[in-house]
C-alpha cells in the first residue's frame, strides 16, 4: 500500500526543502557544486524521519522477518521503522569489524531469515548490492531493498541483484 498522493507530495517537499542546500561543495567525485542534498538532515529530524519510515513500511513485503540497515544511512530508518513495525532490525557494515565479534551483520542470527536491505538514498545501488553480499554471508534471504529516495532512472531496479527495489519517493518527487 502507497501513501496517498497529497501525502507523499507533501513528504517529498518537507525532505527537500530540509536536505537540499545551495552554496559551494566539493562533491565525491572532486567536481564542485552549488547544490548538494545532505539525506543526514532528515534523517537527523524525528518528525521527518518518523514520517519516511512510516511510509517506507508501508512497502515491506509480508514476508520480510528482519529489516537489515545498510551502514550509515540505513541504520536510523532501519531503526525507526522496527521500532514502528515491530520488526527486528540487522545492521550491515561496509567491512567487518577488526575486533570484539568481527561481523559484518549485526543484530543476531540471520540464517534463513527473509529480510529487507533498508537504504536511506540509493543512486546507482552499490552499497547496496555489497550489502547483500554481506547478508547472503549471514545466510539471509533477501526478498526487498526498501529506499525512502530512489535517484536513478526508473523503474527502480539494481543491475545485478535480482530483487524488486521499491522506493518511497523518487529524485523526480523531490523535483515536484
Do not use: H
Amino acid at each position: 500500500m502507497t501513501m496517498a498522493a497529497a501525502a507523499r507530495r507533501a513528504l517529498a517537499a518537507d525532505i527537500d526543502a530540509a536536505a537540499r542546500l545551495t552554496g559551494t561543495f566539493v562533491l565525491r567525485s572532486g567536481a564542485t557544486a552549488s547544490e548538494y542534498f545532505d539525506k543526514y538532515r532528515f534523517e537527523a529530524d524525528p518528525r521527518l524521519l518518523s514520517r519516511v519510515a512510516a511510509a517506507m513500511i508501508r512497502l515491506v513485503p509480508a514476508e520480510v522477518e528482519v529489516l537489515a540497515g545498510v551502514e550509515l544511512g540505513g541504520v536510523p530508518i532501519a531503526t525507526a521503522m522496527s521500532l514502528a513495525s515491530g520488526l527486528p532490525a540487522a545492521f550491515v557494515r561496509k567491512q567487518a569489524k577488526t575486533y570484539g565479534t568481527r561481523l559484518a551483520v549485526e543484530g543476531g542470527d540471520l540464517t534463513g531469515k527473509q529480510v529487507a536491505i533498508i537504504e536511506d538514498v540509493i543512486s546507482t545501488g552499490g552499497a547496496v548490492r555489497d550489502a547483500k553480499a554481506r547478508l547472503d554471508e549471514a545466510g539471509a534471504i533477501t526478498v526487498a531493498v526498501v529506499c525512502a529516495v530512489w535517484r536513478g532512472p526508473l523503474p527502480a531496479r539494481i543491475e545485478g541483484l535480482e530483487v524488486p527495489v521499491l522506493s518511497a519517493l523518487t529524485l523526480e518527487d523531490l523535483n515536484g
